[in-house]
């Protein structure tokens, strides 16, 4: 868990163990940086470019999940929101990426808010419940008013995005290369960002929450405000994965607020391990790779993916990051031994 | 009589049918819950399945009365099974382990009726002695929805009457309020948590069948149930018998008339509704205690 010492923390040589980190970090973003121009297929420049888009919107919902201690079953409302927002803003105005994603977030953000202001009015189960009745709520919506969304058939026709200046010659997105690299891009802006969050003061009051909420009281902080305010980051951070990802497949639909889809970042954030940054990207990169491969075979994914989710919750709660925690301490205990 | 009069009578009934069929689902989650801490998100799939199995024994044997018992009791042998083998390794863990297993099971229910039954609209005609309409007070009524109140009233007073009268039903009550002692009693906790989830399940299941001739099976209306059922344990309290009921009550209502009255914006009454409740009253219409 987040607050207990680390095993290595208690060793000496912690300082160089921090900087071998930094130069992972530096290593696996410089890979990814050349990743599409070591002669690779395309296919596997999509399937990243989904890992770095399903990756943000995990990691968002990891923030009140993993860190805040708040499970909501309706993130997917924020996703769909973003993709909406992106979407109607680029087909009916301008596919300029700097309007286009600011008005993912806001719309995301806000319907975040006005969900947070109801929902956190109670918490536990309760609150659990009134993110899932939210989001299908706003899925309902995106059907009905079909003059705003295009109804069930969904919005299609969304440009990719364009940068204010030079346009399409600079930067063509409609390349896979490019847009590959803008998200990655993105992504990274968003880890380092959410890691800003957790690290600093305020989210160390969030974990403070997820481990005891009403020591937290007592204190003297007010809760309630915190919990609302990693509700909301998380939201519009939902809301830049949706807007990618509505560049990415130049459409958003129903499907995009739909439960199952909260259901499946959830699976993500799950697999990969909540409550770390670095887990639910993993997780997210898991799914999308056996999503790939299991599609390619049968039709019947959505039963495979709900038995996957159902041993990770049985087995290994903490997920690939619990794994592999435990496997390091196998590892350890052995070395010290000998 | 006045038109509009009869109109909104008529209405009311319908409300009133509706209603009770959400009673079914909403005091069985109330009841798992209740008793095994656990928020069944499973609860719209057991419906489901209810209704599906139920519109397929009557495709097999002709005799709604036969599905009418049959889909629930099965639907309620599957639930003692997942009882057994998924849930009961989580009760020492926390709230969310539970209710992301039931969410799973929810996942593979939803795809698993596409599978069977296919993505197609389907619909169940009533049985044959309950065809046609009647007419009460000077406006006509379609008799098997009539059955549908009959019925559902019935249930819940059965169900009232085993809860507080019988000693099953103390022993549930004693239960949800604290488990450790009944057990400490001498009384097999396990097996009633069993007993609980699946008369819940079953519970649920009856309203898919009872529910079937009157609004039309579709993938999706698992979910659909599934939020209208969380709205009313919100708005009445989980746990209490008589929330359910009467958040039911509520909330079938305000459907009903919002699809009648303004039905652009029949889906955000019920929101309204229920926001109302969050804002006013946070823990519930019904609920005792606080949040």
Not at chain 1, 79 to 88: N, T
Not at chain 2, 201 to 213: D, E, F, K, R, W
Request: glycine share 12%; aromatic share 14%.
């Amino acid at each position: 868990m987040q607050n207990v010492v680390p095993f290595q923390e208690l060793q000496p040589g912690k300082r160089a163990n921090e900087w071998k980190k930094y130069y992972l970090a530096a290593l696996v973003i410089g890979l990814l940086l050349l990743f599409p121009f070591m002669n690779t297929s395309s296919y596997l420049i999509n399937l990243l470019t989904e890992v770095f888009i399903f990756g943000i919107f995990a990691m968002s919902l990891d923030l009140i999940l993993g860190f805040t201690g708040m499970a909501s079953l309706g993130h997917a409302a924020f996703f769909g929101l973003g993709a909406y927002a992106a979407g109607i803003v680029a087909v009916r105005y301008s596919p300029d990426l700097f309007i286009t994603l600011p008005a993912a977030v806001l719309v995301a953000a806000l319907a975040a808010l006005l969900v947070g202001l109801l929902a956190l009015r109670t918490s536990g189960v309760y609150f659990l419940m009134l993110t899932l009745a939210f989001s299908q709520m706003f899925y309902a919506a995106t059907f009905k008013w079909t003059w705003l969304t295009g109804g069930s058939d969904g919005l299609s026709g969304i440009p990719r995005p364009v940068l204010p200046f030079g346009g399409d010659s600079l930067i063509n997105f409609f390349d896979s290369t490019n847009f590959y690299l803008l998200t990655l891009a993105v992504f990274l802006a968003s880890y380092f960002l959410l890691w800003r969050i957790i690290h600093s003061p305020f989210g160390q009051v969030l974990i403070g929450i997820r481990e005891n909420e009403k020591r937290m009281l007592a204190i003297g902080y007010e809760t309630r405000k915190f919990k609302l305010a990693s509700f909301v980051i998380a939201g519009a951070f939902g809301g830049v994965a949706g807007a990618l990802n509505a560049f990415y497949i130049g459409y958003a639909s129903p499907q995009d607020l739909f439960w199952a889809m909260s259901g499946q970042v959830l699976v993500m954030v799950i697999m990969g391990g909540a409550g770390t940054l670095i887990g639910p990207v993993l997780g997210a990169g898991l799914f999308l790779m056996l999503q790939n491969v299991v599609s390619s075979y049968t039709e019947r994914w959505p039963i495979i993916m709900g038995a996957i989710f159902i041993t990770f919750v049985l087995a290994a709660p903490k997920g690939m990051v619990g794994i592999y925690g435990k496997v390091a301490e196998k590892v350890r205990c052995r070395l010290w031994k000998h | 009589m006045n038109e509009a009069v009869s109109f909104y009578i008529v209405q009311l009934l319908n409300g009133l049918a509706y209603s009770l069929l959400l009673f079914l689902l909403a005091a069985g989650l109330s009841l798992i819950f209740g008793m095994l801490d656990v928020v069944n998100l499973a609860h719209g799939s057991f419906y489901m399945l209810g209704a599906y199995l139920g519109y397929s024994i009557l495709g097999w044997t002709g005799n709604f009365w036969v599905a009418l018992i049959l889909a629930p009791l099965l639907v309620g042998v599957l639930g003692m099974l997942l009882e057994g083998t998924f849930l009961r390794p989580l009760y020492k863990r926390g709230h969310l382990d539970q209710v992301l297993l039931t969410f799973g099971l929810a996942y593979i229910f939803m795809d698993l009726a596409k599978w069977i039954w296919g993505a197609e609209v389907r619909s169940v005609s009533p049985p044959p002695s309950l065809e046609g309409s009647l007419e009460i007070l000077g406006s006509v009524f379609p008799k098997y929805r009539l059955f549908i109140i009959i019925f559902g009233l019935l249930v819940a007073f059965i169900l009232w009457l085993i809860l507080e009268k019988t000693r099953l039903g103390a022993i549930v009550r004693a239960g949800v309020s604290d488990k450790e002692m009944v057990s400490g009693l001498g009384i097999n906790i396990n097996l009633v948590f069993r007993l609980v989830f699946a008369s819940g399940v079953a519970l649920a299941a009856l309203s898919g069948v009872v529910a079937a001739p009157v609004l039309s099976l579709y993938p999706g209306m698992d979910f659909d149930t599934l939020i209208l059922t969380l709205i009313i344990v919100v708005v009445g309290g989980l746990g209490t018998l008589g929330g359910s009921f009467f958040g039911s009550i509520l909330i079938g209502e305000a459907d009903v008339f919002g699809k009648v009255l303004l039905p652009d914006y029949a889906l955000f009454i019920i929101f309204g509704v229920m926001a109302a409740v969050l804002v006013f009253r946070p823990s519930g219409l019904f609920r005792k205690g606080g949040a």
